[in-house]
């Protein structure tokens, strides 16, 4: 199974600030065919399921707002939210659907400082 | 409204079965295959198991952890995926969520799918 990795566990970020966040996976999710990562990355809010944020590593689902941007490829990836509002405060998840079994990263706390 | 509401969750003892169930709404229900993850009390989140659309052969694939204890099937005549659940362990004790898997396409035409619809989860706790 590919494993996968983000950093850091739990950041704080001031509102109106960026926030990054890290995902690693242990083998390329590089598709070389169509040069497409099979990454995505998600949003989980306490006491809700997890809400599709990106896909492809950067294209974002519709209704996300562009705020959010993902960067990255092969197998290093980067969850930036610019302008940070306090409604982003989540636990951000990425996951790797290159291979089966789908795996997710260990999540990243994002809080306000 | 879009939605997928699971349902069926409840305490259980190791050694027993139960069945999950998510009834879908809003969408044809037939067109998409269907995902369940679990999602252990303070822990990430776990692929448990797949079942394609009635289009491509309905095919069922199953995690390490659950495969020969645990079933996946649907009903579409119903709008409803079921996951049986088999000789559970106190391991298995999680959130479980149903997804749907919708496809995407760009403008070259390439495709990917991905987990878009998320019901609330139903909890299962397996425990003496």
């Known amino acids: 199974d590919i494993v996968v990795t983000q950093s850091p566990d739990s950041l704080a970020v001031s509102l109106g600030e960026t926030a990054t966040i890290h995902c690693k996976t242990s083998?390329?999710?590089?598709?070389?065919?169509?040069?497409?990562?099979?990454l995505g990355w998600f949003q989980q809010k306490p006491g809700q399921p997890p809400k599709l944020l990106l896909y492809?590593?950067?294209t974002r689902e519709s209704g996300v707002p562009d705020r959010f941007s993902g960067s990255g490829s092969g197998t290093d990836f980067t969850l930036t939210i610019s302008n940070l509002q306090a409604e982003d405060v989540a636990v951000y998840f990425c996951q790797q659907y290159y291979s089966t079994p789908d795996t997710f990263g260990q999540g990243t706390k994002l809080e306000i400082k | 409204e879009v939605q997928l509401v699971e349902s069926g969750g409840r305490l259980v003892r190791p050694g027993r079965s139960l069945r999950l169930s998510c009834a879908a709404s809003g969408f044809t229900f037939g067109d998409y295959a269907m995902s369940w993850f679990r999602q252990a009390p303070g822990r990430g989140l776990e692929w448990v198991s797949f079942?394609?659309?009635?289009?491509?052969?309905?095919?069922?694939e199953y995690a390490a952890s659950v495969k020969g204890r645990f079933i996946v099937s649907r009903d579409d005549s119903k709008n409803i995926a079921y996951l049986q659940m088999n000789s559970l362990k106190i391991e298995d004790t999680a959130v479980y969520y149903c997804?749907?898997?919708?496809?995407?396409?760009?403008?070259?035409?390439?495709?990917?799918?991905?987990?878009?619809?998320w019901g609330q989860g139903t909890r299962v706790t397996v425990s003496t």
């Open positions: 492809w590593a950067s």
């Open positions: 997804t749907r898997e919708r496809t995407y396409r760009d403008a070259t035409g390439s495709t990917t799918e991905a987990y878009d619809l």
């Open positions: 079942i394609r659309a009635k289009e491509f052969g309905g095919t069922t």
């Open positions: 083998q390329s999710v590089l598709y070389t065919s169509n040069n497409k990562n099979y």
